[in-house]
């Protein structure tokens, strides 16, 4: 499966940006897809999931409220909205897919997600 992230730039602080990416190839094997970031200097940091129905969605602590996750399958594309952008939320932006949901997508780490796109930047000025 390949994946195609897309959406990212540079935007001004409070502002919004909508992420998205776009699977192709094997996509019956993403049964769940995640996104996840790296600013310069940092670990990989796990932001949010979805399972394949939508029904079970995870978003971290650190960004819920301003981070929102959404899927269309019709179109092998899921989502990531953040708003009230922050100059902190400065990062590459990845997405990731998965071929089986644990029961807590929460708890997905890094080895967890076998197929990856190449990553979006995104640059959040004050």
């Known amino acids: 499966v390949q994946l195609q992230a897309s959406g990212g730039g540079l935007a001004q602080a409070g502002s919004s940006l909508r992420l998205s990416c776009a699977a192709s190839?094997?996509?019956?094997?993403?049964?769940?897809m995640g996104w996840w970031r790296q600013a310069p200097g940092k670990e990989r940091e796990y932001l949010a999931a979805?399972?394949?129905?939508?029904?079970?969605?995870y978003v971290a602590e650190s960004v819920k409220g301003r981070f929102t996750i959404a899927r269309d399958n019709a179109k092998n594309t899921v989502y990531l909205e953040i708003d009230s952008l922050k100059p902190e939320d400065t990062a590459v932006y990845y997405c990731?897919?998965?071929?089986?949901?644990?029961?807590?997508?929460?708890?997905?780490?890094?080895?967890?997600?076998?197929?990856w796109g190449q990553g979006t930047l995104v640059t959040v000025s004050s």
């Open positions: 979805i399972n394949r129905s939508g029904g079970s969605t």
């Open positions: 990731a897919a998965a071929r089986w949901a644990p029961a807590n997508i929460a708890t997905m780490e890094l080895i967890d997600y076998p197929f």
């Open positions: 190839g094997r996509t019956w094997v993403n049964d769940v």
